[in-house]
């Protein structure tokens, strides 16, 4: 499958890559301290602009600590709705890469199921409300 | 909130379509047995070929009796896809649809109840195998 | 529309419910220490063992102090994956009432804004990761 | 593929699980009379809660005669839920196993491909609803 | 993997098929000016009926000039909705297919780029406009 | 319903908002040429930073004349991707407000037909070919 997946669209090389790009994949090692650029990053280089607007919006709201940007949330719960988000639209290479990236900043493997197991009990009562056609509860106002 | 809708796209009025449109629209409400257009089908409406297009597939896919297509499903059966997979797409029209038609093939209250729960139930398994990135299970195959 | 709704599948009464079902409203209000019951488990009611499925389930996860059950997880953070989960799959019912929770747990609204933000990228970068088709980084393995 | 995802989580070995764990296995065996446990489960024991929370609701769901749960439903046409669902997700691994348990079930090769064709059918016509954003048909109530 | 695959679903071969599938497999060929028949096609070729109404379909809307239909839209735009809708869905398939119809149809790597990055963009605020249950903005209607 | 959702994120309110903020809402009126701030950037607003990672990158993507990017779709197209997207997730203020917008650019509404009858093919397509589990086609590479 990997000849045919090559043949649509190939990967930037990271030896290889100029200006901007090359700029990008640096910013990109140095602010996740890995030694590699994910493949994520090379395929969307292909369009340069693309690379540049992903990149500083996953920096902000990922890395608020290497942008001065105010986060009232943790690194692990950031990764947490990474891994949340991904498994419900099963996305094969984002739960790969975050379910990798929340196990380093210490999520267990046991904690992993729970944040699995409660991502697919809300796929289950979502579509349950969904398919109830459910009308929001009427609530006093949050002050 | 119907205002600013109307404002997209307004509804074909059955009274005064004519050619293709009509003809489909009295087809419609033969095949289904109704006295009315429903909303979906006038709004489709607004571009012919479309609505040739998607009534074309849905009388040969819902109503194989009326185009001496061979089903191997019952009604109901049929039905109660409809109702799994517009839950799983929160598909609101489509739900109230498909509910409203299933309950007038006979499925009681309690049986949609089992519907959605297994619907739901699978909605949760999906993002548990996805978020799990698991292989398929190796089995002799099925002759 | 609520009219339409309800002809569907009306809300079980709490004030006439009996049996399991009334044991299931009362352990829900005292769990949750709420004074009604939500649309939710009113409507998943009409199916007995369903309402009993979900809510056996939900309480597991959502509540372990009321079962005993180990949790890894704490209350927030398990509302935040809440909320990740139904703004991907776009569940109006199920946004109101996890956001209304969040917010009692002491979210605010601009730590809201961050979640959904964060929700908001992976949901961008997973149709990138699909639509380019990109294989899994090929890592040293966690030990 | 399969180096980097056994990294993540590896499967738990059915031949040393212990505890509930190695109860539940025995059950999934016996309740759907197969003579291994499918990776599902032998991946989500990693959080033996989990396992639990998941197998209690699939049993009562899709094995009402092996928990004493009235079933208004088929077991063919519960899994033909499974597929309409698993499909409309993209979920692999579903697809893959439901669609295995459907035909042994008797589900052959045409009438899987008219659940297939039907499901198709209605994600065409959800998205048509959604992006027309069609008002719900206005209709008696049913009684 | 592909052993299981094939087990549950054979494709149908070209050599062998007849008749009707005979028929749409030439069409196929011809229309789209290919020398094999994908194996989209001869999969679902399992069901006559399902390969005729999924064709038929597809060639009406994709290939209006070999059916006289009136199409607002050129061939390359016809593919990038296809291209946007598949990364939605993460369908692989459909993403290797179109993918590399669109560059048949001269879609460069870069204007590729551009379109998945667009189709990301509103994957990110779909989720934020749910999440949020932001209300339309009250307009005056287009004439 | 709309008591409910404001008590959860209620908008920011134009008059009254300041630095950033401010300077934001005044740059979305002057790039989309319009006279009032869409309820999806005041409601986002409630988090300066999101308001701030959202807009810039809808800004370069949507509005590239305005950031001196280069972009080789045209603003019509660029519309439709989000039309067709929004379609499939969905989601309703989006739908209606790239509907409006696309409509602004010239696409009649015969033609929005056209765009939500390919999504709604390609929906159809995606989940055919994700319920067969079908394999990519084996193709000579693209030069």
Known sequence: MSDT????????????AIGKVA????????????????HFWRVIATNPTQLEVVWTSLKRL???????TESLLDPRT????????????????CINSHTTA???????????????????????TNSLADGY???????PPLE
Chains 1, 2, 3, 4, 5, 6 share one sequence.
């Not at 990922?62 to 001065?68: D, G, L, S």
């Not at 950031?78 to 094969?92: L, M, P, Q």
């Not at 929340?102 to 289950?124: C, D, P, T, Y």
């Open 23 to 38: 700029e990008i994949f640096a910013d990109i090692k140095q602010t996740k301290n890995i030694d590699f650029v994910p």
């Open 133 to 139: 056609q459910i009308e929001p509860d009427v609530r």
């Open 102 to 124: 929340a196990m380093k900043l210490g999520l267990s493997r046991e904690a992993l199921g729970e944040v699995l197991a409660i991502a697919g009990l809300f796929n289950m």
């Open 78 to 93: 950031r990764e947490i709705i990474a891994i949340a988000v991904s498994a419900t639209n099963g996305c094969n290479y």
């Open 5 to 16: 997946r090559a043949a649509t669209v190939p990967l930037v090389d990271e030896a290889t």
């Open 62 to 68: 990922m890395h608020p600590e290497a942008t001065k």
